[in-house]
């Protein structure tokens, strides 16, 4: 099939693979914000063991195999005329190690402790590597499907809508917290969150993508040796690529906001429902506006702004002297993650065309993966060493200086758009 047959295709079942994909992401969402990685998370691993480190590995988890994958699977994806059925194989490892954990927890909940964190952290990490395995693929599939146009618009509505129902699930995870004994009510959220992503793989399977021409796959040391040309004539996204780098590291302290609040203050287990309810109201509201606003304003500047609302997160934790305050900051972390999640890497998309796009993705997904190994570990042992405080503060000056290397640093070259503007 040609290029234009296949953008014929694409422009006919715009509406359709708009909507199948909002579905999805939407549906996904859902899953994964009963089992929030800032709030239910922490909760998990805190009430098991209060060693800082062992919070610090759930982002790093989360970023290693999130990133680390992309580099090595870009020139495999680039060389398949179609993304969907790579994906529909490696994301089943995105779902059931959630299944694998609930049972765990409802059925044996009296292991010893290393035995829990040990089951914890191995079936997350498979969660991660798949996600890793499907990132770049996935990335690109939407780039195909989605119109460009539309690309704000599309996560804001996936995340949006998902963070919407993630607010409902979240009043349940409250009432599960408050009501189920630890660690079976995670057990019972794990085993929600499975339900969630199911389904989100159903509508995934719905979405019409046609073959398109492929070049021959590159030898992997072939593509990797392009990699410094690549990175030495694009000034531009080189400069991106450190200054979110830098961002990157300084929100990975969102993380120890809830072990910091639970160290400071006695918080019962359902307080940590009530911030996930926060969280995820005021991710589904940010969503919305900022999907909204990536598109007419721009990506790079909506991630500027959901940088600034990310670092004064981390401050006000410092500061706050009542639970209460938490309830603001978490406001501020979910309408930071959600312009983050929306903009940042989405903006890859824009140094390349549509033959370069996996390339871009692979490697701006992969540069991060050397600060996402480290920067959590260490930040887990700054806070071991010097308190939560401490660690903010730290944070908070690195993104300050990724935040102006991006505003003054970072042009964004006109590209082209695709032929694939059908309506959606």
Request: net charge positive; charged share 10%.
């Amino acid at each position: 099939m040609s290029v234009q047959q296949a953008e014929i295709i694409i422009a006919r079942h715009a509406r359709r693979n708009f909507w199948m994909n909002v579905l999805d992401g939407t549906m996904f969402v859902l899953g994964m914000s009963v089992l929030s990685r800032y709030t239910v998370l922490p909760l998990f691993v805190e009430r098991l063991s209060p060693q800082p480190w062992l919070q610090g590995l759930i982002p790093m988890l989360f970023y290693v195999g999130w990133l680390l994958p992309g580099l090595f699977i870009a020139p495999v994806i680039a060389s398949l005329p179609r993304r969907k059925p790579w994906i529909m194989i490696a994301t089943t490892g995105e779902r059931f190690p959630f299944l694998i954990l609930g049972l765990v927890l409802l059925w044996w909940p009296t292991w010893p402790v290393w035995a829990l964190l040990l089951t914890f952290f191995s079936m997350y990490a498979i969660f991660a590597f798949s996600a890793g395995f499907t990132s770049t693929a996935w990335q690109d599939f939407i780039g195909r499907v989605i119109p460009q146009r539309r690309w704000g618009i599309f996560f804001g509505l996936q995340n949006g809508l998902g963070g919407l129902l993630g607010v409902v699930g979240a009043a349940v995870a409250t009432t599960i917290l408050a009501t189920q004994p630890f660690p079976q009510s995670v057990g019972i959220l794990s085993l929600i969150c499975f339900v969630g992503v199911m389904l989100s793989y159903m509508f995934l399977g719905l979405t019409i993508e046609p073959a398109q021409p492929a070049p021959p796959r590159e030898p992997l040391h072939m593509f990797l040796r392009g990699i410094i040309p690549l990175l030495r004539r694009d000034t531009a996204f080189r400069r991106y690529l450190f200054s979110r780098t830098a961002i990157a590291i300084a929100l990975v302290g969102h993380s120890f906001i809830t072990a910091a609040a639970l160290g400071r203050f006695r918080l019962p287990n359902e307080q940590i429902g009530v911030f996930t309810v926060v969280l995820l109201g005021a991710q589904a509201v940010a969503n919305l506006g900022f999907g909204a606003l990536a598109d007419r304003w721009g990506h790079k500047q909506v991630l500027e702004l959901s940088t600034a609302l990310g670092l004064l997160a981390m401050l006000l934790a410092v500061i706050a002297p009542t639970p209460a305050w938490f309830m603001l900051i978490f406001v501020l972390i979910g309408a930071s993650q959600a312009g983050y999640q929306i903009s940042a890497f989405t903006l890859a998309f824009a140094f390349s065309g549509p033959q370069e796009r996996p390339t871009y993705i692979g490697v701006s997904n992969t540069a991060l993966a050397p600060a996402a190994i480290a920067g959590p570990l260490l930040a887990g042992g700054l806070a071991s060493l010097l308190g939560y405080n401490i660690l903010f503060v730290v944070l908070a000056l690195i993104g300050v200086a990724g935040l102006g290397a991006l505003h003054w640093h970072v042009i964004l070259p006109v590209i082209q758009p695709e032929l694939n503007e059908g309506k959606a």
